[in-house]
């Protein structure tokens, strides 16, 4: 027996980054793993991995709420009984992160797939779970959504702070059916993208003086948010809902 036997789980943008070393781990753990993404490109680069045999991947725009519902539902009917939903889907999306320069475009597409996504997938995903009356939510919170971030923006500060309430409300709302709802909210994770941007925001000086305040001395790295999305959705996970969890290495902390 492995931890996610007989456990279906959808991941929302996981054909990279975080996401697929979420799928991956699901996957490897004997969870039937689904990953939502819109690239070709980038499922075609995940399929490839030996990690990544067995993970059913779904090319499918998460703001196109006609296709996501299609999408849904054929799982649905393919037979796959979801229990947990990783509404992994987000980021701050290369807008300018100085408020005055972030156009109205750059809002709506920021809340548009770190909130809106989320809110429309576990709608979708929600009625599978309270037919089985038993269900784990993990949504992806931010760092910056907790403390306010040095290189990204209001819009997703506050988009990440928006799916952090929404988790509350889920896991006050829906833990009657045995449902339990948390957000994981990483620091910098040093996937290639967050590479990039660091690069292009901070000076080596800025970087250096980032990694001195962080506790452990080390940015984070997909397995650390995997490992803790994983807990979550676990059954031993089960009495914990409503929480908003930092994987962070004490960057940011509270009490
Ligand atoms: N990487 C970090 O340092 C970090 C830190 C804190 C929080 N987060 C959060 O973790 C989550 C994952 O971050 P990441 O850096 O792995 O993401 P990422 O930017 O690397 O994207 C992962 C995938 O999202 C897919 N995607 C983008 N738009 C999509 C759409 N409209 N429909 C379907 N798929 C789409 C892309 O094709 C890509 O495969 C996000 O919510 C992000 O805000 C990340």
Same mark, same amino acid.
């Given at each position: 027996?492995?931890?996610?036997?007989?456990?279906?789980?959808?991941?929302?943008?996981?054909?990279?980054?975080?996401?697929?070393?979420?799928?991956?781990?699901?996957?490897?753990?004997?969870?039937?793993?689904? %990953?939502?993404?819109?690239?070709?490109? =980038?499922?075609?680069?995940?399929?490839? +991995?030996? !990690? *990544?045999? #067995?993970? $059913?991947?779904?090319? %499918?725009?998460?703001?196109?709420?006609? =296709?996501?519902?299609?999408?849904?539902? +054929?799982? !649905? *009917?393919? #037979?796959? $009984?979801?229990?947990?939903?990783?509404?992994?889907?987000?980021?701050?999306?290369?807008?300018?992160?100085?408020?005055? !320069?972030?156009?109205?475009?750059?809002?709506?597409?920021?809340?548009?797939?770190?909130?809106?996504?989320?809110?429309?997938?576990?709608?979708?995903?929600?009625?599978?779970?309270?037919?089985?009356?038993?269900?784990?939510?993990?949504?992806?919170?931010?760092?910056?959504?907790?403390?306010?971030?040095?290189?990204?923006?209001?819009?997703?500060?506050?988009?990440?702070?928006?799916?952090?309430?929404?988790?509350?409300?889920?896991?006050?709302?829906?833990?009657?059916?045995?449902?339990?709802?948390?957000?994981?909210?990483?620091?910098?994770?040093?996937?290639?993208?967050?590479?990039?941007?660091?690069?292009?925001?901070?000076?080596?000086?800025?970087?250096?003086?980032?990694?001195?305040?962080?506790?452990?001395?080390?940015?984070?790295?997909?397995?650390?948010?995997?490992?803790?999305?994983?807990?979550?959705?676990?059954?031993?996970?089960?009495?914990?809902?409503?929480?908003?969890?930092?994987?962070?290495?004490?960057?940011?902390?509270?009490?």
């Amino acid at each position: 027996m492995t931890r996610f036997d007989n456990r279906t789980v959808l991941i929302s943008a996981g054909a990279d980054g975080l996401g697929l070393s979420m799928a991956e781990r699901f996957s490897r753990e004997g969870a039937a793993a689904v %990953v939502l993404d819109r690239s070709a490109e =980038a499922i075609g680069t995940a399929k490839a +991995r030996p !990690e *990544a045999k #067995g993970i $059913r991947f779904e090319q %499918v725009d998460l703001m196109d709420d006609v =296709a996501l519902a299609a999408t849904v539902s +054929r799982l !649905e *009917a393919d #037979g796959l $009984r979801l229990d947990t939903l990783v509404n992994n889907a987000g980021g701050s999306l290369h807008t300018p992160r100085p408020f005055l !320069e972030e156009r109205d475009e750059d809002w709506d597409r920021v809340m548009g797939l770190n909130v809106t996504a989320a809110v429309r997938l576990t709608r979708l995903v929600l009625p599978h779970m309270m037919e089985k009356g038993f269900g784990r939510i993990v949504n992806l919170g931010s760092k910056a959504g907790r403390y306010g971030s040095l290189f990204t923006g209001a819009n997703y500060v506050a988009a990440k702070g928006a799916v952090q309430s929404m988790t509350l409300q889920l896991a006050q709302e829906f833990g009657p059916h045995g449902i339990t709802c948390n957000a994981v909210c990483p620091g910098a994770i040093l996937t290639p993208r967050v590479e990039g941007l660091l690069a292009q925001r901070m000076t080596p000086e800025e970087r250096e003086a980032a990694l001195q305040a962080i506790p452990m001395r080390r940015n984070g790295r997909v397995e650390d948010v995997a490992a803790t999305v994983a807990f979550l959705a676990s059954e031993e996970a089960g009495f914990i809902t409503g929480q908003l969890i930092d994987v962070n290495g004490g960057q940011g902390m509270c009490s």
